[in-house]
């Protein structure tokens, strides 16, 4: 229930990034979701009595590798990708959720 949820709300997200021909479209979104729900859900039952805040941190930072891949800087000052990788972050709290 969980998973599918999470998977469900990132491809929603991930449909508007699409619409608007950017890279990360509603698949990414949807993984990305998938995957910190799965890392929240299965911290707890492999480790037990260990830190979950920590599993949390390190979803967060490998979600921040993503969103750091998908910041380009073009000709001159502008800068592309950044709404891209705030709802990558976005899609992963929701997931740890």
């Given at each position: 229930g969980r998973l599918v949820l999470a998977a469900l709300l990132g491809f929603l997200i991930g449909l508007e990034r699409e619409f608007r021909g950017q890279a990360a479209g509603e698949r990414t979104h949807a993984l990305v979701a998938l995957g910190a729900a799965a890392f929240a859900l299965i911290s707890p039952r492999g480790f037990p009595g260990g830190d979950a805040t920590r599993v949390a941190a390190g979803v967060v930072t490998g979600i921040g590798f993503l969103g750091a891949g998908m910041i380009l800087k073009k000709e001159g000052?502008?800068?592309e990708g950044l709404t891209t990788a705030a709802?990558?972050?976005?899609?992963?709290?929701?997931?740890?959720a």
């Open positions: 000052e502008k800068i709802g990558i972050w976005a899609v992963g709290a929701i997931g740890l």
